[in-house]
């Protein structure tokens, strides 16, 4: 029965569409929302994980985004690859970071070689994966191209940090562009959803999208079960805002596992 249950949790991630919700997202995200959140995260993983490496090493960044964390790690010295499921969000990647290599992909279904020394996933990039399959999908897919005693560095979002958070609403108005965001969570279905909705002038016209983007909340027994069943018996947690100083992170948790030898 165990074997079944796992071979059906692995065909639901195989069939699951391709993670591109923030396509067109992706200038507004490029443009607003890396001033904070981004360089807080960093100091994160100057703290936790680049002392733990060598000057050599290779790092992936799982979920990249735009590559405001590449293109840190890049300046730095580091040999990184960028991982992304949305191919706008790549494109601001590989402007930050021309030197990086980087690879239009499903978090959920990634096979790269096993040549990293470390991994990172952060901003709350794991809460995306809507199933506990495709959240152990993930950190599987991170274990494999993972060197031995390799580090994975990531953050998660508790309830906590949805409650706090996700219950929201603002709006961006500038003379040519508007961005308006509508946020709530269903505490039953553990659901955070964001409606967004966006024009900017091009031209004399006003052009219009929307996007959708949502965030499961896991539980800590659902995030360390994941992370065993992938292949890390060794990991730490770190509370964001009483172990690491992060104010206005209210359930964010940091999670470094290690890879055996």
Aim: aromatic share 12%; hydrophobic share 40%; with cysteine.
């Amino acid at each position: 029965m165990r074997k079944n249950k796992r071979h059906h949790a692995k065909q639901s991630v195989e069939a699951a569409a391709p993670y591109s919700n923030y396509d067109p997202f992706s200038w507004f995200y490029e443009r607003y929302w890396c001033e904070d959140v981004p360089p807080a995260i960093f100091t994160v993983i100057e703290r936790l994980l680049l002392p733990e490496i060598s000057k050599k090493s290779r790092i992936l960044d799982v979920c990249c985004g735009t590559g405001y964390t590449v293109a840190r790690l890049e300046r730095q010295g580091y040999s990184v690859a960028g991982l992304d499921g949305s191919e706008q969000m790549l494109r601001f990647a590989r402007k930050h970071a021309p030197r990086s290599a980087f690879v239009l992909a499903d978090a959920r279904r990634f096979n790269l070689p096993q040549i990293f020394d470390a991994a990172l996933a952060t901003f709350d990039s794991l809460n995306h994966l809507m199933t506990l399959a495709e959240l152990e999908a993930a950190m599987t897919n991170v274990h494999r191209a993972l060197r031995p005693a390799g580090l994975f560095l990531f953050d998660m979002n508790l309830e906590s940090g949805f409650l706090n958070h996700w219950a929201d609403y603002f709006s961006i108005v500038e003379p040519d562009e508007v961005c308006v965001l509508r946020g709530q969570y269903d505490r039953e279905q553990r659901v955070g959803r964001y409606d967004i909705t966006m024009f900017r002038l091009e031209g004399e016209a006003w052009q219009r999208s929307d996007a959708v983007i949502t965030e499961r909340c896991y539980s800590m027994k659902e995030i360390k079960g994941a992370l065993t069943s992938a292949g890390f018996k060794d990991f730490s947690v770190f509370d964001a805002e009483r172990d690491l100083g992060l104010t206005d992170h209210t359930g964010r948790k940091f999670f470094l596992a290690k890879k055996e030898n």
